[in-house]
């Protein structure tokens, strides 16, 4: 695991409240997936992200952009920002200028732009009650991957998007037992 800059123990980072993300952080990405890859402990063909909510499409843009990340596991992910930021702005009861996307952020590889092209095994856990990131947008974007690209969904009942109704704290077990299948059926 590691933290984002300007979060937790890292360099401080000057952060807008109304930023959605900061395209840096998937410099940030990059950067641990490479030194990572490199650690002499680290099979580099056995590498998978793993990301909540904006954590997630963080984390489905760096397993398709990087050839050393060999699979992809999501909570409650976002198909884009266009079916996002609505639902965000009614969860959050903010207008549209206060949810704000760096102008040089890479729009087109949101989730919903690259999975018809992502090829790598993916596992998405989503809270049947999520009302930022519904059930929808998982499933939208797994049946846009191609027919071949190993997939699996979780939907936790009576779950939501986070908190004390996070999907994983809901049905921790499940998760885990899932989680580890997924891992070892995907990176052998």
């Not at 807008?16 to 950067?31: G, I, K, N, S």
């Not at 409650?76 to 969860?91: H, Y």
């Not at 949810?99 to 087109?108: H, N, S, W």
């Not at 732009?113 to 009650?129: M, T």
Request: net charge negative; hydrophobic share 45%.
């Amino acid at each position: 695991t590691f933290d984002w800059r300007g979060f937790g123990a890292s360099s401080e980072f000057e952060m807008d409240p109304d930023y959605l993300c900061y395209t840096e952080m998937l410099e940030d990405y990059r950067a641990v997936v490479s030194a990572v890859a490199a650690l002499p402990e680290v099979d580099p063909q056995r590498i998978a992200v793993v990301g909540w909510s904006t954590g997630a499409y963080l984390s489905m843009i760096a397993a398709y952009d990087m050839p050393q990340v060999g699979a992809f596991i999501g909570r409650s992910l976002a198909t884009d920002f266009e079916d996002f930021i609505p639902l965000v702005m009614q969860v959050r009861n903010k207008n549209r200028d206060q949810l704000l996307v760096p102008a040089d952020f890479p729009t087109k590889r949101m989730p919903v732009h690259i999975a018809s092209d992502f090829r790598k095994p993916i596992f998405l856990i989503v809270g049947e009650n999520d009302i930022r990131t519904p059930v929808w947008m998982s499933r939208k974007i797994l049946e846009l991957l191609p027919q071949n690209t190993p997939r699996e969904l979780m939907v936790v009942k009576d779950a939501a998007h986070g908190g004390n109704e996070d999907p994983m704290l809901i049905a921790f077990d499940e998760f885990i037992d899932r989680t580890a299948r997924f891992l070892h059926n995907n990176l052998p």
